[in-house]
C-alpha cells in the first residue's frame, strides 16, 4: 500500500523523518516507512541487546537542540497525518467488506461508538 504523500512532496521514514529524497531506499508498508539508516540502526540494536533494563527513546534526542527539534515536528506531524489517513483507509475497507463498527472497534482496543465517531464522517 503506498502512503499518502507528506508536505504533497513525498514520503517520509516514519522513525527519522527524513524525506524519501534524503535515503537511499524508503520501505513503505501499511502507515509505516522505514529508511535503510533506520533498519541499521535496528538491527545494530538488536544486535547489541542484553537482556536487563533498557531506556527507549530515540536517540538522535540527544544529539538535537531545542531549534532542531522544533524544525523537525512538522515532519513528525506529517508522518502521524499519514498514520492517521492510512488506518482511515483500512477501516473505510472493512467497512466495505460489511467488518461491524463493534468488531472494529474491539481490533482498535475502543467501543463501537467510538469507532464510529471516529472514522464514520458522520456527526
Not at 513528525?76 to 460489511?98: F, I
Amino acid at each position: 500500500m503506498l502512503a499518502e504523500t507528506m508536505d504533497g512532496g513525498g514520503r517520509a521514514c516514519s522513525f527519522c523523518v527524513k524525506p524519501e529524497a534524503e535515503v537511499a531506499k524508503l520501505v513503505t508498508g501499511p502507515g509505516v516507512n522505514i529508511c535503510t539508516e533506520c533498519v541499521d540502526l535496528a538491527a545494530s540494536i538488536v544486535a547489541a541487546y542484553r537482556p536487563g533494563p533498557t531506556e527507549l527513546r530515540m536517540p538522535m534526542w540527544g544529539e538535537l537542540s531545542d531549534a532542531e527539534m522544533l524544525e523537525r515536528l512538522p515532519r513528525v506531524a506529517a508522518v502521524a497525518d499519514q498514520v492517521e489517513a492510512d488506518l482511515r483507509m483500512w477501516v473505510t475497507e472493512l467497512r466495505r467488506r460489511g467488518v461491524t463498527w463493534a468488531r472494529i472497534g474491539q481490533a482498535l482496543g475502543i467501543t463501537r461508538q467510538s469507532a464510529w465517531e471516529r472514522f464514520s464522517g458522520e456527526e
